[in-house]
């Protein structure tokens, strides 16, 4: 089963994403996650990704083309995957449509989760939002100390969390990733709307619900 995750900045995706990925027992593909971790290891990926990143804009798609190339590519990924804020342009799901192709098997974009929130409920939550240094995992305003409740990593804010990377992240959606909803409602894609405002355990409910589990 494939399934993008999509929706604005701070809808819950990558919340989502680890709690999804235990139910439905297939792996998680989060390409932020990829690039900080490039960056925190200083590769030549992550020092291309890392001004792009800082201010809230898009990396280019030809980068985050590959980076899915590659992974999806590995046997990991052969039962299904959770691609958590891959798809975030029209060239990259029309990019991903033909990756899956490629590797055959009949593999297509099963489901489109988007999750549903306002702009207000947005900022509020990445103006509260720290995250795992370590395994990236997000808390917004329930973490308790500074450290995480997984994996004992330090929490910290992100650059890009940042009030005025966080509007250029807002517009950003509009202008380029908003469009992909339309683009998988036209090309047959089963489309689901998810209420993202909630408890974490009904929002997961409503996506597994969604998904008919
Ligand atoms: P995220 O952790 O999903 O919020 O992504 C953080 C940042 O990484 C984004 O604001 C972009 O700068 C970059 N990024 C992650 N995924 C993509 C993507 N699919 N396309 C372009 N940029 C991306």
Known sequence: M???????????????????????DIPTLATGDTLRAAIRAGTPLGLEAKSFMDRGDLVPDS??????AEELSKPAYATGVIL???VRTVPQAEGLAKML????????????????????????????????????TPYTGH?????????GGKLV???DDDPDAVRTRLSVYD????????????????????????SV????ARALKALGK
């Open 84 to 86: 958590d804020g891959v």
């Open 63 to 68: 980068v985050i083309l590959k980076i899915a």
């Open 2 to 24: 494939i399934i993008v995750l999509f929706g604005k900045p701070g809808a819950g995706k990558g919340t989502q994403a680890p709690l999804l990925a235990s139910a439905l």
């Open 101 to 136: 192709e490629t590797l055959g098997g009949g593999r297509k974009v099963d489901a489109v989760l988007a999750f549903d929130i306002d702009n207000d409920e947005i900022v509020r939550r990445l103006s509260t939002r720290t995250v795992c240094e370590k395994c990236q």
């Open 175 to 198: 202008e380029q990733t908003a469009p992909v909803l339309a683009w998988y409602q036209h090309a047959g894609n089963n489309v689901a709307v998810v209420n993202a405002v909630g």
């Open 201 to 204: 355990a009904d929002v997961t």
């Open 157 to 159: 804010r992100r650059k």
């Open 143 to 151: 973490a308790v100390g500074d450290t995480c409740e997984k994996c």
